[in-house]
């Protein structure tokens, strides 16, 4: 693994202790549950803080210019203690949660974003992807740990609210950081980058469209899995859900530590295929999750989906702009993801209600999977040269 700076390793701990604790809330539907909320009550809620992390996202862009980024950063913990702490006064299925969930949004919007916009601010653009993996491993890890010490706690008679509380240590940990993070580190904007607005202009080019397309499906499908997944595994098979969480975890950083330091020698389009049709057939196997053996080998295929597809897609979406736009298509990028983890789990959420199945919802994933593929053979098929090809001076694509 590349040596890094002192800055990149404090993000990531701040950013694995964050993780941590918003991770637990992979457990708010079924806190939900218990409360006798309905699967599309369970949808709605649990996804609209989306809705204001893309509001967020899209509007950071202009707002990050100029400013200091580890201050946005810790504005973003800042909001998100006082969120956590909110949910420890829910004690009903009321509209309040409504409230507390449009501040979790917008808290993880900037702590999200702030935290990989300073990465391609300290990184070479073409080690980004690797830098982004690696990076991106503190929060992933926290996919399968949160829900295994969650799950392990309600098992053995503790309430959600021990829960909660634990949420607010370890994002206050996180806050508490960005205060011994030098001065001297703290990277922004070249002193001559223009002040630009907006960023949905960058949709403008068609390159740029079709992977954020790509990157909305790729956070629709992950948004279903963290929504619906460990009730269906609850109701539908004897197995802990939390052991689907485990393997694709383990998978993922063998992935990022491994694969993704050859990266930037494979045809990114043909490797987004490639993953994509993974991915579509490990929701097709969802039909047929009725032994061990098939519940460890969708975990080790969405661990290599999910280990390829975050740090490509970002990166490659980042790539595709002046050195200017970065933090705007960075900010793009995850407001994408989010609006795709809120559309596909909010509208999926009432298809479940009205088949009663959870399977609906998986088909529906891999049917968008191939619609993914699609987009790729366009990007290969209309361009000549699809290749990504990054010039390290003006981290913009070489033609």
């Known amino acids: ?162 829960i ?15 205060f011994i993070m030098s001065r001297g580190e703290r990277p922004g904007p070249a002193p001559d980058e223009p002040a630009r607005s907006g960023s949905l202009r960058l949709l403008l080019e068609p390159r740029y469209l079709l992977m954020t397309l790509a990157s909305i499906i790729f956070g629709g499908s992950f948004g279903v899995i963290i929504t619906y997944l460990p009730n269906f595994i609850r109701t539908a098979t004897s197995f802990r859900f939390s052991y689907f969480f485990i393997i694709y975890i383990c998978v993922l950083i063998i992935i990022r530590f491994t694969f993704l330091k050859i990266v930037t020698r494979i045809n990114r389009n043909n490797l987004l295929i490639a993953v994509f049709a993974n991915g579509a057939l490990m929701y097709l196997l969802f039909n047929s999750l009725n032994s061990l053996p098939v519940l460890i080998l ?24 002046h050195m200017h736009d970065r933090g705007r298509a960075n900010a793009l990028f995850i407001a994408s993801f989010n609006g795709g983890m809120m559309s596909f789990a909010f509208a999926l959420g009432f298809l479940i209600d009205r088949f009663h199945t959870y399977l609906v919802a998986f088909n529906v994933c891999a049917v968008m999977f191939l619609l993914a593929i699609g987009l790729m053979i366009i990007m290969k098929v209309k361009y000549s040269k699809p290749q990504i090809k990054i010039d390290p001076e003006l981290s913009i694509e070489v033609e």
């Open 1 to 162: 693994m590349r040596r890094y700076t002192r800055l990149f390793y404090l993000l990531a701990l701040s950013n694995f202790l964050f993780f941590l604790g918003n991770s637990l809330y992979i457990l708010l539907p079924v806190f939900l549950k218990n409360m006798g909320a309905s699967e599309s009550y369970i949808g709605f809620m649990n996804n609209i803080d989306k809705i204001f992390t893309i509001i967020t996202a899209v509007g950071i862009g202009s707002i990050m210019h100029g400013r200091d980024r580890i201050r946005l950063l810790r504005t973003g913990y800042m909001i998100l203690v006082v969120a956590y702490a909110a949910y420890l006064t829910v004690t009903s299925l009321t509209w309040s949660i409504i409230l507390i969930r449009v501040m979790h949004g917008i808290g993880f919007s900037v702590a999200m974003i702030m935290g990989t916009s300073i990465i391609f601010d300290i990184v070479p653009i073409e080690d980004a992807a690797e830098a982004i993996g690696i990076y991106g491993i503190t929060g992933a890890l926290s996919n399968a740990l949160s829900p295994f010490f969650g799950e392990m706690l309600l098992s053995r008679g503790h309430s959600h609210y021990l």
């Open 164 to 178: 909660f509380a634990l949420s607010v240590l370890l994002v206050s940990t996180s806050l508490a950081i960005t």
């Open 298 to 321: 969708t975990g080790i295929m969405y661990g290599v989906t999910h280990g390829i597809l975050f740090p490509v897609l970002n990166t490659t979406v980042v790539s595709l702009v």
